[in-house]
Structure formats: C-alpha cells, structure tokens
C-alpha cells in the first residue's frame, strides 16, 4: 500500500478559539457516549464535540435492539455463524468473535449505569428474533425505542461526569483533523455554534461521527449523517476500506403525498416488525419473499432489499407493502408504539392496512479502517462505531449488531487509551504537517449528490450509471470559498460520495449490499477488500487486500 506523504485540508483562516483535552470524541452516539463515560470514569480528561445536541445522532433513532448471546437456547458459535452468513464473505473473523464474545458485557455494563430492557412474563430478558438471525438474541427497550433507551442511559451518565474529567461541547462541528509533522493526530479543528473556527488541541481523537445516509434523498439517518468522519479522515490520509458496501433497510415508510412534509424524517419499520411475523406483500396482495429465501421474510437486508427492488422493476410498482395487520391494535401499542404512532400521523394505520415501503439507505458497512480497539493507520486517531470499517460488518451487516458493537468498541478504545497501551501520553509537538488547501464547496452540490446518488448508487448499480453519476459530480463541483456548515455538507458528501461511486464501479461483481445489474453474480476473485488512501502526490489510491489480512495496517504519516 502506497503511504501518503501530503495530506489536505479545507482552506482556513486563523482559529478564532483554543481549547485542549487529553482525548477529544467527535461524535454522541452510543460508541461516542461510551467511549466517553468510560475514560472519564478512569480519570482521563475527555472532551465530546457534538455538531448538533447531544442526542442528536442515528442512536437515538434507532428502533432495533441490540444483539447479544443471552440464553441457553443460542452460543456464541450460532451468533458468529450468522454474522459471518450475513456479512457474504467479506467479515474479519477474528473481530466478529471479539464482538460475539463481548456483547453480553458490553450490555451489562449498560445495564449497570442504568439501561432498562423489556422483560418477558417470567421476569427475564425478552429476547426478540430478527432478520439473518437464527435464535432469539434481541434485546429490546420500551418495544422499538431501544436506541433512545441507550442514548437517555449514556447521556444521564454523561450530565453525571460533567463536573469531573469530562466536558461536552455542543453546536461544535468538526472541520478537519490536526495532524503534526510527524504524521501523529493531535487534534481537530472546529466550527462553534456563532460558525467562528476554532482548535482542540488532544493527545487522541477518537472518530465517532456515524454514517453517511444523508446522502440519499430516501435514509433513516438524521441530519447530522453527512459523512463528516470519513471525509475528515480521507483529507487526513486514513485508510478507508469497503466503501462500496451500503445498506439499504428494505421498509422504510413511503407517506402518502397528502401528508409528506419536506424536510421530514424517514420512518423505519423496524426489523423485529417482520420478526414478530409481519410480510412484504405487493398491490396485489402477492407475497414478495416467498420461495426466494429460506428464511422468507427474515432474510438478510441485502436479500430483502434486492427482492423488493427487482419485483418494483418487474411490476412498475413504486412501492410495496408490509402486512402486520395480523398482530392486532394491542400487539401494535404494547410492542411498536413509536413506529405506530409515527406512522399515524402521516396518515397510515398498520393495526388496519398494510404499510406502504420501499428500500432507503441505512448503515455504512465501510468506512476508517480499524482494529477492534479503534485503531486507525494515523498514530493518535481512533475510528469506532458505524464510522469505523473493522470487519464485523464485512458487505452487509447482520441486524441489531451495530449499536452493540459501538457499545462494545467504546468500552475496548476506552480501556486502551486510560491504560495507555500503545497510545502517546501528551500532545505531540513538532508544527502540523504541510497539507494542501481545499476550498469548501457551494452548498447546492449537497443536493445535486443526493439526487446523483439515489439515482445511480443505490440496491442496484452499472458501470454506465457509476461512471455518469462521477462526471456528474465532477461537472457540478463549484467552489464557495467560505467554511459554513452548509458547504462543509457538500463538501463531505461529495468526497465520500466520489470516493463510493469508484469503489462500486471497481467492484464487479453482486456481494453483499453492493449490487450490479451487469455483474449479477457473486466472484471468487473479489473475495477481497478495497482499501483507499492517498499516495506521495495526494492523490486516490487503491489497493486490494485479500482475506485473512484485516488488522489494522501499519500507521503511516498523513
């Protein structure tokens, strides 16, 4: 693998602000928040920077539980096994068995500093069924608010930690990533909530950002998912791995028109919606999954997705639907009151009519390349949570193993950066590395990408459609030559955009959540990863790294 040497950076002018911290977290969802409350635990002077508030993040949105080995009737081989059927061939073995082996830890621990999970009639866990799974390893909270569950847990913890070791910053959003001149992170750069440019100066910054679902016009991501970690990151000379690999949750709720309002969020339908028996039916009443899977309905996401992609292309339908009309109004309010509630009031009922979906964008299975404790190519820099490619996910993530392996990820980076394994002491000195400057770009390229990437970079994919969907970007790219939040969102969203559109025309071949339409079959020789990074001149390079080899790679300077 080429190592870069030049780096970039947006253009900037002097930091109207300081600030410094032993460790910054850029991000606060679940793997921020625990890598957080764990350090301030042990002591470390931690600082959280949140571009929003602090619940803001795909956590909080999340309805889905959180996997784990929780009873007799699973193992921790079923729970591997699965992962790894999921994950088509491309997860780091090594680092599924750390997830599998950690998670019921991870969730006791949360359930330590004041997690509630559902309970069954005996007083138990209730353990739930999804989708690629083959026990009942679902831990939920309050029926489909589970996220929100971890989130109001981490962020009490949090308030609790404020007057000691730990400070949040919200409103503050990361800009790009300090890198001294001997190639170590050491800190961020900032936009504050008055949009003034500012430093964190830290001996460690861990990336926690999230995904990068903003950049389809059809997502269950927030605002917030605009791929700022992997942009920052890239500019910085990371690796990224598995680009390619988006996945697409098959029932996003399609609101009839007399009830859309712009800017409105996308509405999931849970996986553990279709795990209580609820099915993909099209208008006219025909089931979508029958005979394609064995698992039917509960196949992997991929799967489904593509299912329902293929049957719309065939039907013309644009859209179809899940019926769960079967569970009752009781069943409804006692297990799904969020999802019912927000389906209500843009003016679906599922106790009495099935549920008009489609496919949207959903988790990131790619992203900073990284070991199980966060560890990134750049001395200092640590990725974790859905920004963080280490593996677990390889080309489709198997359902409800994201939240556990950010709990699970937060704990381990924790634990590594307070016992100061391997990780440097104080910051660095030295200067910062000569990097080249990039303007920010004009906001309406924001829009341009989600349209771009909707049309060409979603379930199913050409090489015609790739490489018209890159000039496109290309042609559109206009400099705006002011830091805003604005443009850094059409900056960020183009760069991971570029950088996903090459990967996904590189890979031919259907794996996993990546799919081409020319390329319908999976390849014996793609069984392998792309990593990207930038070579001497600072340039895009890529380089294939075959299975077996997924540790994190050798640290080189940005």
Same mark, same amino acid.
């Given at each position: ?140 909270? =309050? ?9 109001? #847990? ?14 949040? $910053? ?12 001997? =190639? ?7 936009? &504050? ?17 999230? =995904? ?38 098959? #029932? ?158 937060? $704990? ?18 030295? =200067? ?29 994919? &050409? ?25 850094? &969102? ?27 339409? &020319? ?35 050798e640290r080189s300077a940005a």
């Amino acid at each position: 693998m080429g190592t870069s040497t030049q780096g970039a950076e947006l253009a900037h002018g002097t930091p109207a602000w300081h600030d410094d911290a032993t460790v910054v977290v850029v991000g606060s969802g679940a793997a921020g928040l625990m890598a957080a409350v764990e350090l301030a635990g042990a002591g470390v002077d931690t600082m959280v920077l949140s571009r929003g508030r602090v619940t803001d993040s795909s956590t909080d949105w999340a309805q889905g539980g959180l996997a784990a080995v929780w009873s007799d009737q699973d193992s921790p081989d079923l729970h591997v096994s699965d992962t790894l059927t999921a994950g088509a061939g491309l997860c780091a073995e090594d680092s599924v068995r750390i997830l599998v082996n950690e998670a019921p830890a991870a969730l006791r621990r949360l359930i330590e500093l004041g997690a509630v999970f559902d309970k069954d009639r005996t007083g138990g866990i209730d353990l739930h069924l999804e989708g690629g799974h083959h026990a009942r390893r679902i831990l939920h909270a =309050g029926g489909d608010q589970s996220g929100h569950e971890v989130e109001r #847990t981490l962020v009490q913890c949090v308030a609790d930690a404020v007057d000691g070791p730990l400070s949040v $910053r919200e409103g503050v959003r990361a800009v790009d990533l300090l890198v001294d001149a001997q =190639g170590r992170c050491n800190g961020v750069r900032a936009l &504050d909530a008055q949009g003034r440019l500012g430093e964190v100066r830290a001996a460690s910054v861990i990336l926690a950002t999230g =995904g990068i679902g903003q950049l389809w016009t059809t997502s269950t991501n927030p605002p917030v998912a605009t791929g700022d970690g992997l942009a920052m990151a890239w500019r910085a000379g990371a690796v990224l791995s598995d680009l390619e690999f988006m996945q697409f949750h098959p #029932t996003i709720l399609v609101v009839p028109a007399d009830h859309r309002i712009p800017g409105d969020r996308g509405v999931l339908i849970s996986e553990a919606v279709r795990g209580e028996g609820a099915f993909l039916i099209d208008h006219r009443g025909t089931r979508v999954m029958a005979g394609l899977h064995p698992l039917a309905d509960l196949a992997p996401r991929d799967v489904v997705s593509a299912a329902e992609h293929a049957h719309m292309a065939r039907t013309g339908e644009r859209n179809l639907f899940l019926d769960a009309t079967a569970f009752g109004a009781q069943a409804w309010e006692h297990k799904f009151p969020s999802i019912l509630a927000m389906c209500r009031e843009r003016g679906v009922d599922p106790v009495t009519e099935p549920i008009p979906v489609r496919p949207g964008a959903h988790y990131h299975c790619g992203g900073v390349r990284a070991d199980m404790d966060g560890r990134t190519s750049i001395e200092g820099l640590f990725a974790i949570g859905e920004v963080a490619c280490t593996g677990v996910q390889g080309a489709n993530r198997l359902a409800s193993n994201s939240l556990t392996e950010g709990l699970t990820m937060g $704990r381990r980076v924790a634990r590594l950066i307070a016992t100061g394994k391997g990780v440097p002491t104080g910051p660095a000195s030295g =200067g910062d590395a000569a990097r080249r400057q990039l303007p920010p770009q004009d906001p309406a390229l924001f829009d341009a990408v989600r349209r771009t990437m909707t049309a060409a970079g979603s379930v199913l994919r &050409d090489a015609r459609g790739l490489d018209n969907a890159r000039r496109a970007l290309a042609d559109r790219a206009t400099p705006a030559g002011t830091l805003t939040n604005a443009t850094l &969102d059409a900056t960020n969203a183009a760069q991971v955009a570029e950088l996903l559109l090459a990967a996904a025309a590189l890979r031919r071949e259907s794996r996993g959540s990546h799919r081409r339409s &020319d390329f319908t079959e999976r390849s014996a020789q793609w069984q392998c990863h792309q990593d990207w990074s930038l070579d001497a001149h600072g340039l895009p390079e890529m380089t294939i790294r075959t299975i077996g080899h997924e540790q994190a790679p050798e640290r080189s300077a940005a």
